[in-house]
């Protein structure tokens, strides 16, 4: 009896320990699982529910199905899109044209500071340390210092091209010399990519380099045979990352431009401006959410084509992705 008593004892212990584990789990993850449900899945759902409406200003809690006795509810807002609104393209180009340069110039510039970054020199901490700093700047003051440096007026880029003896520009008050002007300063913050660089980089092993050495291999060899192929995990991260960053160009925009809105002749309407305006400018909630949801789409096509091609990862012994 005193055995049997004892093994219901031991038992109850067990399972009062297993509920409170279980309860405990469940208070440190429930936090994060309303946060999700209540500020990335509903927002999510419901804005597909509203870009079938082709009049919702976002003023009312709910749109109407009917207005003036016309049918409010259907796909006008994905024919607008395709058929009736020329700035879709016309963002859509400029979005492409930034990402195709911005995206590729970003990894290998990253991936060659991250190089000299990467040397046995004495004080190299420091500089580390100097090139990350632009990444911590928030948006706005970035924005705003930008903004002062390129002022054709009174701003430091034209007293330097004066200074060298070279003609003045435009900078980001010509429709010519504006996207050129965005792509160079976002090309700043290059910090953040290359500490992701420099990490994989002191990965790779020693023995490796010293292997190839030996065997007769120079520099470039064992750049393109062994460094970048130990560093494509972060190459792979970085272009999924650089993609979707470059697509959802905005507050960058907005911080750097001001009043000025996308630029001159529209040479700055990203895609997500476009979407901002015509959600908070323009009070057309239900076809900024058409336009958003366009976005999403465009964006993860573009992320599974690149992880269906991602064969050329290399992910140690695992082999390749």
């Known amino acids: 009896m005193k055995a049997k008593a004892l093994a219901n004892k031991r038992g109850k212990t067990v399972l009062g320990r297993s509920v409170r584990s279980q309860l405990g789990w469940a208070a440190f993850t429930l ?38 006795g016309f049918l409010n509810f259907g796909i006008f807002n994905y024919k607008k899109m395709f058929t009736l609104d020329p700035e879709v393209w016309q963002s859509l180009g400029i979005t492409a044209l930034y990402s195709v340069i911005v995206v590729p110039a970003s990894l290998i510039l990253s991936f060659l500071v991250a190089l000299l970054m990467n040397s046995k020199v004495k004080g190299i901490g420091i500089f580390r340390v100097i090139y990350y700093l632009p990444v911590i700047i928030p948006t706005t003051i970035w924005g705003l ?49 290359m500490i992701l660089w420099l990490s994989a980089l002191k990965n790779v092993p020693d023995e490796l ?18 460094t970048i192929p130990m560093c494509t995990p972060v190459l792979f991260y970085n ?56 976005l999403f789409v465009i964006i993860g096509a573009l992320t599974l084509i690149a992880f269906r091609t991602s064969k050329w990862v290399y992910y140690g012994d695992g082999g390749e992705s």
């Open 31 to 68: 936090p994060v699982l309303l946060g999700v449900l209540i500020f990335s899945l509903y927002p999510m759902v419901i804005s597909l529910y509203y870009s079938f409406f082709k009049t919702y200003t976002g003023t009312t809690n709910l749109p109407d199905f009917y207005i003036n």
């Open 209 to 226: 380099i010293e292997a190839a050495k030996l065997d007769g291999a120079g520099a470039f060899t064992r750049m393109f045979r062994i």
């Open 239 to 294: 272009l999924i990352t650089g993609i979707i960053g470059a697509l959802q160009t905005l507050g960058s925009v907005m911080t750097l431009m001001g009043d000025s809105g996308a630029g001159p002749d529209n040479s700055l309407l990203f895609f997500a401006y476009k979407i901002y305006g015509t959600a908070f400018m323009s009070y057309n909630m239900g076809y900024a959410c058409a336009l958003a949801w366009f």
């Open 145 to 193: 210092l930008w903004a002062d440096f390129f002022n054709v007026r009174f701003g430091l880029a034209n007293q330097i091209l004066s200074a060298l003896g070279l003609p003045e520009s435009q900078f980001l008050e010509s429709a010519d010399t504006a996207l050129v002007t965005f792509m160079s300063i976002n090309l700043w913050t290059l910090g953040a990519s």
